[in-house]
């Protein structure tokens, strides 16, 4: 442990210096028309999150369908408990979009001329904060998201079911609700293990693409550096004594999880070549030094009693979200190129 915080004293001085405070930051004037813009999306997360958590599927009612094709009762019963499923993911689907819209707004105002990255995540800390939000989010969606394959099964019966009820002329109210373009649309995010990470790589990669004049490192450096200030954060105990709530110090670990995943998507190199920006090796050991999520073997070790118990606990989800080398296994892009050190796949994997 000693040898540890050495290395990482020694190593902390290459990284930025400051404390983005993600508890009590406050939009400035110049910040105000862009946070307003974005709060009207993430005040609605929770309940987002919420409706995902929630959703239970038609898997008994579409089952006794197919066993029993001949019983209209039976294939009415399903249909009817498959629409209102389909019209709640919509909704998610919908927020994607919100969300999509939010982040490359945020990404307009963090990367202008003439700050550098640096300069406006420290100048405009409500903005960052936003960002950390949208990422915190991102994670427990998708996380949540993986644990319900009834949401996959209940789209496919849906849209094998219009399908067939097409061809017969049937006349369906719900293709006023979701029509066959919403439904491609829903079908290829829902079809995503991580759909949320894939709508922000998505649009931070568009944002890149359609933004010309704009060099791509100050998109990429505004990620690298968010994911250095949070490190530093984590590893500094003069500024991790400054949160007023260990969930603050969790938020901050997530967020340096997901903005290194978001990284390796947006980057043409990814976040695990030599030439990254971003440190995986250290963050990912400043991640499992300071939340104990691994036995001495080296596997993910969650108790009754265990920090991890804990998160799980307060922010109701599992382990998968929360520990780095599982979320950079099943979300990144470029773990498994060739340019990656074998020493970082070994840890990760």
């Given at each position: 442990m000693g040898n540890l915080l050495k290395v990482l004293t020694r190593e902390i001085e290459n990284y930025p210096h400051f404390f983005l405070d993600?508890?009590?930051?406050?939009?400035?004037?110049c910040e105000r028309d862009v946070w307003n813009q974005v709060n009207a999306v993430l005040q609605d997360s929770e309940s987002i999150l919420s409706g995902l958590q929630a959703y239970k599927g038609a898997g008994q009612e579409i089952r006794e369908a197919i066993q029993n094709p001949n019983d209209m009762i039976l294939q009415e019963r399903a249909w009817n408990s498959v629409c209102p499923l389909v019209i709640r993911l919509?909704?998610?689907?919908?927020?994607?979009l919100r969300l999509e819209r939010a982040l490359q707004s945020l990404l307009e105002s963090l990367t202008c001329p003439p700050y550098t990255p640096t300069q406006h995540l420290e100048k405009e800390q409500a903005l960052a904060k936003q960002f950390a939000e949208i990422l915190h989010f991102t994670l427990r969606f998708d996380e949540l998201k993986m644990r319900i394959p009834a949401?996959?099964?209940?789209?496919?019966?849906?849209?094998?079911?219009?399908?067939?009820n097409r061809i017969n002329n049937m006349n369906l109210d719900i293709e006023r609700e979701v029509n066959n373009e919403m439904a491609n649309r829903m079908s290829l995010f829902y079809a995503e293990a991580t759909p949320m990470l894939k709508t922000l790589s998505t649009a931070t990669?568009?944002?890149?693409?359609?933004?010309?004049t704009l060099p791509l490192e100050n998109t990429t450096d505004v990620l690298s550096t968010m994911a250095s200030v949070c490190k530093v954060m984590l590893e500094t105990p003069d500024y991790t004594c400054r949160f007023n709530s260990e969930d603050t110090l969790l938020f901050c670990m997530r967020v340096m999880v997901g903005v290194i995943i978001l990284y390796d998507h947006v980057h043409p190199n990814g976040a695990f070549n030599k030439s990254s920006k971003i440190d995986v090796r250290t963050s990912s050991l400043t991640y499992t030094d300071t939340t104990g999520l691994f036995t001495g073997e080296g596997d993910l070790e969650v108790t009754e009693g265990s920090q991890c118990g804990g998160v799980k606990n307060k922010l109701g989800v599992s382990a998968l979200c929360l520990h780095p080398a599982l979320s950079f296994r099943f979300t990144t892009k470029h773990l498994h190129d060739e340019s990656t050190p074998k020493n970082i796949r070994s840890m990760l994997q």
């Amino acid at each position: 442990m000693g040898n540890l915080l050495k290395v990482l004293t020694r190593e902390i001085e290459n990284y930025p210096h400051f404390f983005l405070d993600f508890e009590n930051a406050q939009p400035t004037d110049c910040e105000r028309d862009v946070w307003n813009q974005v709060n009207a999306v993430l005040q609605d997360s929770e309940s987002i999150l919420s409706g995902l958590q929630a959703y239970k599927g038609a898997g008994q009612e579409i089952r006794e369908a197919i066993q029993n094709p001949n019983d209209m009762i039976l294939q009415e019963r399903a249909w009817n408990s498959v629409c209102p499923l389909v019209i709640r993911l919509k909704k998610l689907y919908g927020f994607s979009l919100r969300l999509e819209r939010a982040l490359q707004s945020l990404l307009e105002s963090l990367t202008c001329p003439p700050y550098t990255p640096t300069q406006h995540l420290e100048k405009e800390q409500a903005l960052a904060k936003q960002f950390a939000e949208i990422l915190h989010f991102t994670l427990r969606f998708d996380e949540l998201k993986m644990r319900i394959p009834a949401i996959q099964n209940d789209f496919s019966y849906y849209r094998r079911t219009i399908s067939r009820n097409r061809i017969n002329n049937m006349n369906l109210d719900i293709e006023r609700e979701v029509n066959n373009e919403m439904a491609n649309r829903m079908s290829l995010f829902y079809a995503e293990a991580t759909p949320m990470l894939k709508t922000l790589s998505t649009a931070t990669t568009n944002f890149v693409t359609e933004n010309k004049t704009l060099p791509l490192e100050n998109t990429t450096d505004v990620l690298s550096t968010m994911a250095s200030v949070c490190k530093v954060m984590l590893e500094t105990p003069d500024y991790t004594c400054r949160f007023n709530s260990e969930d603050t110090l969790l938020f901050c670990m997530r967020v340096m999880v997901g903005v290194i995943i978001l990284y390796d998507h947006v980057h043409p190199n990814g976040a695990f070549n030599k030439s990254s920006k971003i440190d995986v090796r250290t963050s990912s050991l400043t991640y499992t030094d300071t939340t104990g999520l691994f036995t001495g073997e080296g596997d993910l070790e969650v108790t009754e009693g265990s920090q991890c118990g804990g998160v799980k606990n307060k922010l109701g989800v599992s382990a998968l979200c929360l520990h780095p080398a599982l979320s950079f296994r099943f979300t990144t892009k470029h773990l498994h190129d060739e340019s990656t050190p074998k020493n970082i796949r070994s840890m990760l994997q």
